[in-house]
């Protein structure tokens, strides 16, 4: 029986593995293919398993369709000799995309505690930190016991005089004490110089309201004031300034049926009426302070109180007229009958806003009638034009 082609192929290479082995040969097994003709390993079927070209390149097309394994074989770039992969041998691909986060596992357990490792060297003192607040006061402790006076030590030297302080206040003005003899008259020195003239002092307080004085004589009947009269042979003529100017000839005149019932802008106030003037006042002048009101049946200023008269007719305070009087009802000065008509209502007392040039119809506090004309006003003192009539 002749053997199998597969029995052949064992025989052969157990024979060639044999050869190889045999150590007296110690010899490689060479094969060579004829010029042009390749080594080529086949099976039983005839499938070619292995082949080597006579050019150097070599084929096993089993690796098409063999299973996977666990390893890639490379080989030497300078002999040619296969063996496992170095590492970093294969080219690395670009790194893929970060897939997503997987669940988070089970927490596992705490492992054993390790042995505390030697203590390192100190590091390098840290940066002060910022000052902490202030913690609240403790309780005072108890006082120590007082201890032992020490002995007195040498002086020191005198230190350097202080600055002289400040000087103190003045003091209180003491009593006066008692008049001393007259001496004798001393020789007249030289005159000094003058002073400078010193600041003026706060008004002081006003005092209380004296008791009313016993009533006057009974004054000459109507005509001006002494202060408006002109000298025997002469007549008032104008006011310049609130004095009187006097001529040989009155100019006070007045159309024919009518007469001088007054004076607007030193002007005369003329009426039909025959208004006998009693009093008159030009650029008289009240305060707030002192609180000195117009007395229109005297022409006087009287001290007052407060703002609130008791004793004049007309007072003034912050832009504001006091008395009892009413805004006259016609442009220029009134009559005396005009004012007669007003219903004052007595005692119509009240504040009246101070209007420049505005005629103001006046009940005197001695049932007279009269008016003033407001010429200007700061806002303690008004100044005033007045009439009062028979």
Do not use: H
């Not at 006579?54 to 996977?68: C, E, H, K």
């Not at 505690?113 to 902490?132: E, K, L, Q, S, Y």
């Not at 806003?353 to 119809?361: E, M, N, R, T």
């Amino acid at each position: 029986m002749n053997p199998s082609p597969f029995k052949r192929m064992q025989i052969a290479v157990a024979t060639a593995l044999l050869l190889a082995t045999t150590a007296p040969l110690a010899a490689d097994v060479e094969v060579k293919s004829p010029p042009g003709g390749n080594f080529v390993v086949k099976d039983s079927a005839g499938a070619l398993r292995l082949q080597v070209q006579g050019s150097g390149p070599v084929t096993i097309p089993n690796l098409m369709t063999a299973p996977q394994m666990n390893r890639v074989t490379c080989f030497d770039s300078a002999t040619g000799a296969l063996g496992q992969c170095l590492p970093g041998a294969l080219p690395t691909g670009a790194t893929g995309a970060v897939g997503a986060a997987g669940p988070t596992g089970a927490t596992g357990a705490n492992g054993a505690t390790g042995v505390p490792g030697a203590t390192g060297p100190m590091g390098a003192t840290g940066v002060i930190g910022a000052t902490g607040a202030i913690g609240a006061t403790g309780v005072p402790g108890a006082a120590g016991p007082m201890g032992t006076t020490g002995t007195t030590g040498v002086s020191g030297p005198t230190g350097a005089a202080g600055a002289v302080g400040a000087a103190g206040p003045t003091g209180g003005t003491g009593a006066a004490g008692p008049t001393g003899a007259i001496g004798a008259t001393g020789a007249s020195g030289v005159p000094g110089a003058t002073g400078a003239t010193g600041a003026a002092g706060a008004t002081g307080a006003i005092g209380p309201i004296g008791p009313i004085g016993a009533t006057g004589p009974t004054g000459a009947t109507g005509g001006f004031v002494a202060t408006t009269q002109c000298a025997v042979g002469s007549f008032v003529t104008g006011f310049v300034a609130g004095a009187p100017v006097c001529g040989t000839m009155p100019n006070f005149q007045c159309a024919a049926g009518s007469f001088v019932t007054g004076f607007s802008a030193e002007q005369p106030a003329c009426s039909a009426l025959f208004d006998i003037i009693f009093l008159q006042g030009f650029g008289t002048q009240i305060t707030y302070f002192p609180n000195k009101s117009l007395d229109m049946d005297t022409a006087g200023l009287v001290n007052e109180t407060a703002f609130a008269m008791s004793q004049g007719d007309v007072g003034y305070e912050n832009f504001g007229l006091w008395g009892s009087l009413v805004p006259a009802p016609n442009a220029g000065a009134p009559n005396k009958a005009t004012c007669q008509a007003i219903p004052f209502n007595p005692p119509s007392f009240g504040a009246q806003a101070a209007i420049p040039l505005q005629f103001y119809c006046v009940k005197t506090n001695q049932g007279r009638y009269g008016y003033i004309q407001f010429i200007s006003g700061t806002f303690s003192t008004a100044t005033l034009n007045w009439t009062t009539w028979q």
